[in-house]
């Protein structure tokens, strides 16, 4: 089954790029960078891939996107990620970075965008891996920090074709954003939001009213609300699900209670994604190898899951 779910062409539509971050290559560019880690190698580093919730995850994240310091370090961190996609036969992604991760510790705006900007043009041309960039707000931060970070990115509009929205989601509702939102969409930006990853449905209906989202990103907790599921399905509005993800961070604690299946034959367009695959243990394949595994999921039913992944692409 593995090698017949490797081979089924697919899209990854949830997959932040600092979360790509392997530790063997995040060790070689601490070395490179002459930066000291608190792990003593590999092992220990990936022993400390443990985590309660969201918030256990994203220290670690922080932490371990600080070796990324130079353009060709984040050339090395996209082009590792597109070289899994090739294996992989992920045809088309549309990963996210937070430009805020690098300029709030002194990395100007344009070494991180330039290094992953060139990465995903030589994924174009020597691996034919098409693809578009999503520029994503820290949440957790002010809205005033995320038009900061637009209006950096205005310059290097033709950069991205989307923004998102990411990090710490509870206390920190799509509302927060609205403006933001509203001017990057004034932009010409399309629009996707993390939602109801560990966030209340409500979280979703303001995403899809406030923000005005064509995905939402996770959106498991959808399930939970019965007139939003049906909206979700009139609507025909992605879900880009992160089984592998949900599990490492306690959305569900086994993926044997994972909803993406019912989710499915309910009729809303769910898909199958990495989000973090250094830290949550497997990249796309790994992703639906669960799912057959813990939930029986069917290669009817991937075949399914891999068209509406490349049926929600946005560019
Ligand atoms: N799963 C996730 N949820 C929210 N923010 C993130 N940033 C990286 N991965 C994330
Ligand atoms: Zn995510």
Redesign the pocket.
């Known amino acids: 089954m593995y090698n017949w779910l490797n081979t089924l062409p697919k899209a990854e539509l949830h997959l932040?790029l600092?979360?790509s971050l392997e530790p063997e290559l995040l060790f070689s560019l601490a070395e490179r960078n002459k930066i000291a880690l608190p792990w003593d190698n590999v092992d220990a580093l990936r022993s400390a891939y443990a985590f309660g919730n969201?918030q256990e995850?994203?220290d670690l994240?922080y932490r371990g996107a600080d070796v990324l310091r130079t353009e060709q370090d984040f050339y090395d961190l996209t082009w590792a990620y597109l070289q899994k996609c090739e294996e992989q036969n992920v045809v088309h992604t549309e990963p996210f970075y937070?430009p805020q991760t690098h300029t709030d510790r002194g990395i100007p705006f344009e070494v991180a965008l330039r290094g992953i900007s060139d990465a995903l043009a030589d994924g174009r041309e020597l691996l034919g891996i098409s693809s578009g960039l999503i520029l994503s707000f820290l949440r957790h931060l002010p809205e005033e920090q995320a038009f900061k970070t637009l209006e950096q990115a205005m310059p290097y509009r033709d950069a991205f074709f989307a923004v998102g929205l990411?990090?710490?989601?509870v206390g920190h509702p799509p509302s927060k954003f609205e403006r933001v939102f509203a001017k990057a969409r004034a932009e010409g930006f399309l629009a996707v939001a993390?939602a109801g990853?560990e966030g209340p449905p409500e979280y979703i209906w303001e995403a899809l009213d406030l923000l005005k989202v064509s995905r939402i990103d996770?959106g498991v907790r959808a399930a939970e609300d019965p007139w939003l599921i049906a909206r979700l399905i009139e609507e025909q509005i992605p879900l880009t699900v992160?089984p592998l993800?949900n599990t490492k961070?306690r959305v569900f604690d086994d993926m044997s209670q994972h909803n993406i299946l019912q989710l499915l034959e309910q009729g809303v367009k769910v898909t199958v994604n990495s989000?973090?695959p250094a830290y949550f243990g497997g990249y796309v394949t790994e992703n639906f190898m669960a799912l057959h595994e813990s939930l029986g999921m069917t290669e009817e039913q991937a075949r399914r899951l891999a068209q509406n992944s490349l049926d929600a692409r946005l560019v």
């Not at 990411?166 to 989601?169: L, T």
């Open positions: 932040h600092e979360g969201l995850f994203l994240y937070d990411d990090s710490s989601e993390h990853e996770h992160c993800s961070l989000d973090d």
